[in-house]
């Protein structure tokens, strides 16, 4: 069977695009440092490796989740030992109180300095973290959740004092859900307390008890016994506090003992998910380079070969 010399010059032409196909991919495999350069070159490793990279991604955002996690408890925790401190002194206030030789002035004077001590504990309540949002409001975190608020009555008007003047209550205005983030496959961190969990528990919120106490205070006269029943009542109500501030310190420090773990766990996972790519994906220079070597030889051999036969008339057959 003859072969035209178009045939064969076709023949030749497909062999070089072959040969040169060859010569640029392993160049761009050399260059990229990557094995696989599109899915078709192995479509089960590409599937394993869109796999690798979707956990890398979640993984990089679990990292990120820990890291501001860890912040908004740290910050907590430090909001949550300044309360205790200010709740420990006016536990000693409230204490001293009861000494009878006092004079009205006297009680005055730590009525006020108990307003300072509560007030304080008001704006620790009120901590502003990352993202200027209320770190002990819950999920709603752009609202300051201690206010004092009016009281409205059952036709939606404000209730007036005998003075005229707007009775106020103090009110939890933040979310009593606490938010929670995804750190994990499997693990979600709970962002700590909520100015509700730690201030308003029980019949009657701790401002509103201080409040209270301090009234008695400025009260003159007394009658008997109502000082000796004003300290029980603020000793209990500040002992309930504490002891909700004390356990969520306790929670804080659980979930920021998860949080490490976690984070050493992602670690570990990103490490073993790179190392899984590159046994995928990288490139076995030591393969390549004398591949090439032999892909060019065959290249430069068939380009000849075309060029020679590019030269070929009839008159080379007669």
């Known amino acids: 069977m003859r072969v035209s010399t178009m045939q064969m010059h076709?023949?030749?032409?497909?062999?070089?695009?072959?040969?040169?196909?060859?010569?640029?991919?392993?160049?761009?495999?050399?260059s990229s440092g990557k094995e696989i350069l599109k899915p078709s070159d192995d479509p089960?490793?590409?599937?394993?490796?869109?796999?690798?990279?979707?956990?890398?991604?979640?993984?990089?955002?679990?990292?990120?989740?820990?890291?501001?996690?860890?912040?908004?408890?740290?910050?907590?925790?430090?909001?949550?030992?300044?309360?205790?401190?200010?709740?420990?002194?006016?536990?000693?206030?409230?204490?001293?109180?009861?000494?009878?030789?006092?004079?009205?002035?006297d009680r005055k004077a730590i009525a006020k300095e108990i307003e300072q001590t509560v007030s304080t504990l008001k704006s620790l309540a009120n901590t502003k973290?990352?993202?200027?949002?209320?770190?002990?409001?819950?999920?709603?975190?752009?609202q300051e959740?201690?206010?004092?608020?009016?009281?409205?009555?059952?036709?939606?008007?404000p209730v007036l004092d005998a003075d005229g003047n707007p009775?106020?209550?103090?009110?939890?205005?933040?979310?009593?859900s606490?938010?929670?983030?995804?750190?994990?496959?499997?693990?979600?961190?709970?962002?700590?307390?909520?100015?509700?969990?730690?201030?308003?528990?029980?019949?009657k919120d701790f401002?509103?008890?201080?409040?209270?106490?301090?009234?008695?205070?400025?009260k003159d006269p007394l009658a008997?016994?109502?000082?000796?029943?004003?300290?029980?009542?603020a000793i209990k109500g500040i002992d309930a506090t504490s002891g909700a501030v004390n356990e969520g310190l306790t929670d804080i420090g659980a979930e920021i003992n998860m949080l490490e773990e976690a984070k050493d766990t992602n670690t570990d996972l990103v490490a073993t998910n790179k190392a899984m790519q590159s046994s995928l994906e990288a490139l076995d220079y030591a393969e390549a380079i004398p591949r090439l070597t032999i892909e060019q030889t065959v290249l430069t051999a068939t380009q000849k070969g075309y060029a020679s036969s590019s030269t070929l008339t009839l008159f080379n057959y007669i």
């Open 10 to 30: 076709n023949t030749l032409s497909g062999s070089m695009q072959k040969a040169q196909g060859n010569v640029s991919k392993t160049l761009l495999q050399m």
């Open 44 to 105: 089960f490793a590409s599937v394993q490796l869109l796999k690798l990279d979707d956990h890398l991604s979640k993984l990089e955002t679990w990292s990120g989740n820990i890291d501001k996690a860890t912040t908004f408890l740290g910050n907590q925790e430090s909001a949550l030992m300044d309360m205790n401190n200010n709740l420990d002194r006016t536990r000693d206030l409230v204490l001293s109180a009861g000494n009878g030789a006092l004079s009205l002035e």
């Open 129 to 142: 973290g990352a993202g200027d949002e209320y770190i002990f409001g819950g999920t709603a975190g752009q």
């Open 145 to 157: 959740p201690v206010q004092k608020v009016p009281v409205i009555d059952e036709k939606g008007n």
């Open 167 to 176: 009775v106020e209550e103090w009110s939890f205005e933040g979310s009593e």
């Open 178 to 203: 606490v938010r929670e983030v995804q750190v994990s496959d499997s693990q979600h961190a709970t962002l700590g307390s909520t100015a509700s969990d730690l201030f308003f528990q029980g019949d």
């Open 207 to 218: 401002f509103t008890q201080m409040d209270e106490f301090v009234a008695i205070l400025n």
């Open 224 to 233: 008997e016994g109502e000082l000796e029943g004003a300290i029980d009542a």
